[in-house]
């Protein structure tokens, strides 16, 4: 397990039913697939298949007839028995054997936002039924995990159990505890990434399986309304969860991120309301981070906001829909390296850099929202606004132009010239850590492989893994772009499922060429998922392209001023104390403030380490009107970079 990180219906902006165009279109977008991918010296197109093929070596349960991963066979026939509920089926998050709630749904709706954004050109390539059977297998889990609508099932077995065994999940021993949430029991994150990969499902469905679609929507509302009436972290009720996928970044962008995918599918104003609404005291307008994953949302959340505000669809709340693309722009340019001190680092081959263990997941999900953001940006006719060289714009061009450097790098391009998707290019990793891949196929030899003897026989082998785990895109080189290729550096050689989601996404964009965007959602015609056609889902309105005053016209409210306090030398080196004060400058009280530091060599005082920068201490949990805080550090080089990460206005 790797861890970290308009109308509604067929009446909305992007719920609106595509019409089937002629195969030639599709002829026309396979050609321009083969040309854009020799231009670029990777094949895209087989890079997406073999990314969506990927999801099929993570099924649970009874495997379907269609399945192509030959080496995996049925397992979890009894999860959910003992809770009395059905909960076989699903995905295991990674190279183990727990079906994790939250990042299961957070894959879901990536997923399904791949194929609303591109596909037209998963179907040129012969792959939209393949994607839409991957979101499909996803979602009928998580209408089962869902039995009643104030109880969700987040979790089948448990990662210490699990950990302690390396075993194929069809030779399973361990337990298959399932743990639930209730209102005794509330999860608010889990609850609405659920509510979230139900209601973008929802719009993948309307026009192939409006029944089903419906069915998935019902329960999307069911799990906001939980989440929302019952607030509280699911990791305090799942405590089993805490080691592996814990929520650092609390409940609030899990709340805007449901809200944003309801109003999606739905059109509903409310769901627009609470997003407006909550835009200050959830943490949607104030938060500036710079990482997309399964933990955090709040990127997202922003792009799809933006979106919202370039189609022109919802003046009501244009005010705070420009607030929300004043972050997503932020975002953009911080990956592009123009964000600032909010700027990503770069190993020296040019990836994206957040963190030692799987930090593939977050460019993927960046090249993703990059790609994405970028049509939608060129369909309205604007650009990125980057607080650098004072407002500087950043083309969707440009955008886009780094997604791609990002997912070349992944397929070779790179100091070692290693792909790190499994199975595609020349050079990849052989030993992913992954039981089911490791391990002999049960196809192979049925002989159970016992919880030790998968440790003692083939965990420790120095060979490659017998059974070829097509598509997997692993963890990923380290800050200086160096990797080791072995099973028990899973660190980097663990793949999971969210790391492929939003790449299939960018994969298939790529594999389109120029033009290749699509500037609308759709809904999936049934001809579609069967035969795979072209659809048509172009509907780009051009709009003026605002001054970047009017685009940061909202400052943050809160500010901060260092000084250097005192000056010694110290080893013939002169070494200063510098003081930060935090000023709250709003009529509301700041909650949750995360202050960001780099460029920081010395000691640091009255602020504490979290996941996503530094924070005060505990009884310094709010900060009211009016108020400062203070924190200070020492070193002998100039000042450190510092700057507000996030905050919640209550």
Sequence with gaps: ??????????????????????????????????????????????????????????????????????????????????????????????????????????????????????????????????????????????????????????????????????????????????????????????????????????????????????????????????????????????????????????????????????????????????????????????????????????PGVQVLAAMFLLRRGNNAHADVLRRYKQKADLFACSCLGRGGANSVPRTPGGMVYHQSWNNVQF?????????????HLAAAGQAAQCPDNGGSSAQPSELLDFARSQVDYILGSNPRATSYMVGYGATYPRQAHHRGSSIVSVKANPSFVSCQAGYSSWYHRGAANPNLLDGATVGGPDEYDNFADERDNYEQTEATTYNNAPLMGVLARLAAGHGGGRFAHHSVAADEVSSSTAINGANGTSLPSPSPASEHASESPIEIEQNATASWMERGKTHHRYAVTVTNRSLKTVHELHIGISKLYGQVWGVDKARYGYVFPSWLASLPAGKSASFVYVQATPPADVWVTGYKLL
Aim: glycine share 12%; proline share 3%; net charge negative.
């Design 1 to 298: 397990m790797a861890r970290g990180g308009g109308g509604g219906g067929a009446r909305g902006a992007l719920a609106y039913s595509m019409a089937v165009v002629l195969a030639g279109l599709a002829m026309a977008l396979a050609a321009a697939t083969q040309v854009a991918s020799a231009a670029a010296g990777h094949d895209y197109r087989q890079a997406l298949s073999k990314s969506i093929l990927y999801f099929e070596a993570q099924r649970s349960g009874r495997l379907p007839g269609s399945q192509r991963v030959a080496w995996r066979a049925d397992s979890g026939l009894l999860d959910g028995k003992a809770n009395g509920v059905d909960l076989v089926g699903g995905y295991y998050d990674a190279g183990d054997n727990v079906k994790f709630g939250l990042p299961m749904a957070f894959t879901v709706t990536m997923m399904s936002w791949s194929v609303l954004e591109y596909g037209n050109q998963m179907a040129a390539a012969g792959e939209l039924g393949h994607a839409v059977e991957a979101i499909k297998w996803g979602t009928d889990y998580l209408v089962k995990a869902h039995p009643e609508p104030n109880v969700l099932y987040g979790e089948v077995g448990d990662g210490d159990s699990d950990h302690d065994c390396w075993m194929r999940p069809e030779d399973m021993t361990t337990s298959r505890q399932a743990y639930r949430l209730d209102p005794q029991n509330p999860g608010s994150e889990l609850a609405g990434e659920t509510a979230a990969a139900m209601a973008a499902a929802s719009l993948v469905f309307r026009g192939s399986n409006p029944g089903y679609a419906n069915t998935l929507l019902q329960h999307s509302k069911q799990l906001f309304d939980f989440a929302d009436k019952y607030r509280g972290r699911y990791d305090s009720s799942i405590t089993v969860v805490r080691k592996y996928y814990a929520s650092s970044s609390g409940y609030g962008d899990e709340l805007l991120w449901a809200a944003a995918w309801l109003h999606e599918a739905t059109g509903e104003s409310r769901y627009l309301d609470y997003l407006a609404t909550n835009a200050d005291a959830l943490g949607g307008t104030g938060w500036s981070i710079n990482q997309f994953g399964w933990d955090v949302k709040y």
């Design 363 to 375: 460019v993927t999900s960046a090249a993703f929202l990059l790609a994405a953001y970028a049509d």
